[in-house]
């Protein structure tokens, strides 16, 4: 009865390191994603910003042109 007390709780101890490392690598995949997010977000913020930039350049070539 003992031995398998003592088993179960090993047995415990474990599940419990196997779901905390599972946790652990869920949130490092989570950081790494937001990380990836963030980074798309800062491109397209440039891309937005320099394509108003040219469309802003071309509005005023365009009405020195009319």
Do not use: V
């Not at 474990?14 to 490092?28: H, P």
């Not at 997010?37 to 509005?59: D, F, G, H, V």
């Amino acid at each position: 009865m003992e031995a398998s007390i003592k088993s179960l709780l090993a047995e415990k101890e474990e599940l419990a390191m196997q779901l905390t490392n599972s946790l652990l690598e869920m949130e490092e995949e989570k950081a790494i994603q937001c990380a990836r997010e963030k980074a798309s977000i800062e491109a397209i913020e440039e891309k937005r910003k320099l394509y108003n930039s040219q469309i802003t350049s071309l509005s005023e070539k365009l009405s020195e042109e009319s």
